[in-house]
């Protein structure tokens, strides 16, 4: 037994006891690298002499540690790269601030000397259609009667006093005298499809006031006119 106790007691178990060499180590809840060969060491000098534990065990145990330890380092890797991304895409996202964006909304801010982009999906079954703009409180400002328009899409561009499809001119000039004036307008646009009167889906431009990250890391955009949308609903990115 006294050959046990030598044993038990042997220099080299206290000079790898964690304890004397991790005193000034901030205390933490976790179990770390050094509290788990601690344990391990404390394991292994209180084990029933007659009965010890066999290497394979310890062996497992380390080897069960390591597999956590690596996994807990993979997840603190992969919430440092989450993080690197959505701070790289928020600062490339706040390049937009300033510029105009295409979004799917029926109303958008009419800035002075600005144009509003109005982006419409036209279908086959489609005849004549009219655009028709109204003020935030509801009064009709301008009515576009832009034909028989081909399917797909139709691209609209107003000012306020001038407007042109797919980039040509129209020959249409605002009731306004002076055109409309700057402020929150609701686009409304209607056509003939299957003998029934149908309004169709539209996407306007508005400019980006400021870039937000969500609670989630999503990037919202701040829109003149709209507010928040969120940057995987822009269509389009005007120039």
Known sequence: MSNVNAISNNSLLSDLSIANKTADEPQSNELGQSAFLELMITQMENQDPLSPQENTEFIAQLAQFSSVESLDKLNNNFDSFTNNFVANQALQASTLV??????????????????????????????????????????????????????????????????????????????????????????????????????????????VNSVTVGSNGSLVLNLAGIGAVSLTDVKQFNE
């Open 98 to 207: 300033g510029r105009s964006v295409t979004v799917p909304t029926d109303r958008t801010q009419l800035e002075t000397g600005d144009v509003v982009t109005a982006s419409v999906d036209v279908p086959s079954s489609s005849s004549d259609i009219t655009v028709n703009i109204y003020t935030e409180s509801g009064s009709l400002v301008d009515q576009i009667s832009l034909g028989v328009q081909p399917p797909g899409e139709l691209v609209l561009r107003w000012d306020g006093q001038n407007a042109e499809v797919n980039g040509e001119l129209l020959d249409w000039q605002s009731s306004q005298e002076n055109g409309v004036e700057a402020g929150l307008y609701r686009f409304e646009v209607m056509t003939q499809a299957n003998g029934e009167s149908t309004e169709l889906a539209t996407a306007l431009s508005a400019n």
